[in-house]
């Protein structure tokens, strides 16, 4: 393994070659890095929220409330459609989990039954998420399936994240960190945000839009006294000035699922105003609907509270609109981000909200600088000491060509460093030292059993291999196992330690390979030096 191969000596450089082109845009100012031409790499490293400060939410899914608003929706599905079949019922209700539809005539049930079973959908897997069964003469179970009840949290959490990353990518963070933590939580760290109360401002709406009917057959007056009628609901109304409640079929015209685009515009007084465009589906169901109700109202819903009632003065077939208030341009904004974003599918509850301030995080760099230039400093020492300048400079050689790699492949991959790393980061340079130790032990021990400066090299190298892919896949399982099942500071520690495994092997190995081949080839030693 001594003799100096051209693949080996191509492989260093090209390592050495990698480290600098990606790890020099840390040596530059940002604004020299944003003047680098476009085929030049500008990322820096990746500061964590503990090193460059920032804010840090613990967000709590709620899910019971999306499973029982899920369970009404039922209720409401078998509603409009046994309606629009026309066919009598004399009541429709809630029995736990399930809706129960009780017929007015038991010998409608085959025509219910079909127009029931057209509410049935598959989810992505293709299998079918409801069910509808016969009970008796006249009544009809109407119910989720067991499995779709079951994976209702942990969708919701899942689609909760993505909703989430866009509406916080929409603010311009950098390299924002969202996690899921056990069952139903979300950890979201914003590096740099230094407004928490925005970012949970932003977060935390559920923005779920939607267009209904407004009630006019019925007094809002009599439905504040008790007196709701069953297809009807009291929602609470948003604009200032305006009715406190409005009484609003329960019957969803289009929701905010079939919004494509949403932008701040201006209305006919010069008002700021949300403009909205549906989709080809949503488009025509508004148009139908605006078409079968011109002179009425309908309201527009967002988060349970009615912002705007406006007449249909005619059909709206183009399906876009734009909707009034009386918003500054930043609410205006703010509201078009999270229509933009998509629908939480469930209530985010803030349960913890921290921040970090950029001198914190200056401080914790000036730390952890220090830190690792100490541990360093320690080992260059200790290799020096032990194996002499040339076997101990060698093996300084690899630790600085490891360290560039590590700052080369985290800027690549712009994966976060946060404080915990830098623990990780000087823990692969024991590591790495760990394999030079292993070989030069070898070398010595070989070398005082009498055999030759070759033999002893090659031997020290091929008896120690074994030894350093063993400790190092340990710690790559290791660091895997803290990756996959740690969250926040442990998944940092794991990231940087899991890099530095190959960058350390790489280096430590290889860079001993080639320059002690050199080594031995110009000077043709007699004597290895750390034998004596």
Wanted: proline share 4%; net charge neutral; no cysteine.
């Amino acid at each position: 393994m001594i003799h100096l191969s051209r693949w080996k000596v191509i492989l260093l450089v090209s390592a050495l070659l990698f480290g600098l082109f990606f790890a020099y845009p840390n040596a530059l100012t940002p604004a020299q890095r944003e003047a680098l031409p476009g085929w030049l790499p500008k990322s820096a490293l990746n500061l964590g929220l503990d090193l460059q400060g920032g804010s840090y939410l613990l967000l709590e899914v709620d899910v019971p409330a999306m499973r029982e608003k899920r369970l009404t929706n039922l209720v409401e599905d078998a509603r409009t459609v046994l309606a629009e079949a026309r066919i009598g019922v004399n009541s429709i209700g809630r029995d736990g989990t399930n809706v129960v539809v009780t017929l007015a005539d038991p010998t409608q049930m085959d025509p219910a039954l079909l127009a029931m079973r057209a509410l049935i959908s598959g989810g992505t897997s293709g299998v079918a998420d409801r069910t509808v069964q016969k009970v008796g003469d006249n009544r009809i179970r109407y119910a989720f399936t067991e499995q779709a009840l079951a994976s209702m949290g942990s969708d919701a959490v899942t689609q909760s994240i993505e909703v989430v990353r866009r509406r916080i990518d929409s603010l311009g963070t950098r390299e924002p960190s969202i996690t899921r933590q056990g069952a139903d939580r979300i950890v979201v760290q914003a590096p740099g945000e230094s407004d928490p109360a925005q970012l949970e401002r932003v977060i935390g709406q559920t923005a779920q839009l939607t267009f209904q009917m407004v009630d006019v057959e019925n007094s809002v007056a009599e439905a504040e006294a008790g007196a709701v009628p069953p297809d009807s609901e009291l929602i609470p109304g948003a604009e200032a000035g305006g009715p406190a409640f409005y009484l609003v079929k329960r019957r969803v015209l289009v929701s905010g699922e079939n919004l494509t685009k949403a932008e701040v515009t201006s209305d006919s007084s010069n008002r700021t105003a949300i403009g909205f465009r549906f989709d080809g589906a949503g488009a025509r169901r508004f148009g139908e609907a605006t078409a079968a109700n011109i002179g009425k109202p309908f309201a527009i819903i967002l988060d349970g509270k009615v912002i705007s009632a406006p007449n249909i003065r005619g059909a709206i077939t183009g399906g876009s609109g734009i909707i009034e208030g009386n918003y500054t341009i930043q609410q205006a904004a703010e509201m078009v981000n999270l229509l933009n974003g998509g629908a939480l599918p469930a209530p985010l509850k803030v349960e913890e909200r921290r921040t970090v301030s950029a001198e914190l995080g200056a401080d914790a760099v000036s730390a952890g600088g220090l830190s690792t230039a100490i541990g360093f400093g320690i080992i260059v020492l200790f290799m020096f000491l032990a194996y002499g300048f040339l076997f101990g400079g060698i093996s300084v050689v690899g630790l600085v060509l490891n360290g560039l790699l590590i700052i080369a492949a985290m800027s690549f991959t712009q994966a976060t460093l946060t404080l915990p790393g830098i623990a990780g980061l000087i823990l692969t340079f024991a590591v790495a030292v760990d394999a030079n130790v292993l070989i030069y032990e070898r070398m010595r021990d070989e070398a005082r059993a009498g055999r030759s400066v070759i033999a002893s090299m090659d031997a020290g190298f091929n008896k120690a291999m074994g030894t350093i892919i063993d400790a190092n896949v340990t710690t790559l399982v290791a660091a895997a196992i803290m990756f996959i099942f740690g969250a926040g500071p442990v998944r940092g520690f794991a990231w940087t330690l899991s890099i530095g495994v190959f960058t350390s092997v790489l280096s430590s190995v290889l860079v001993a390979q080639v320059l002690l081949a050199y080594w031995l080839k110009m000077a043709k030693p007699k004597k290895l030096p750390i034998a004596e």
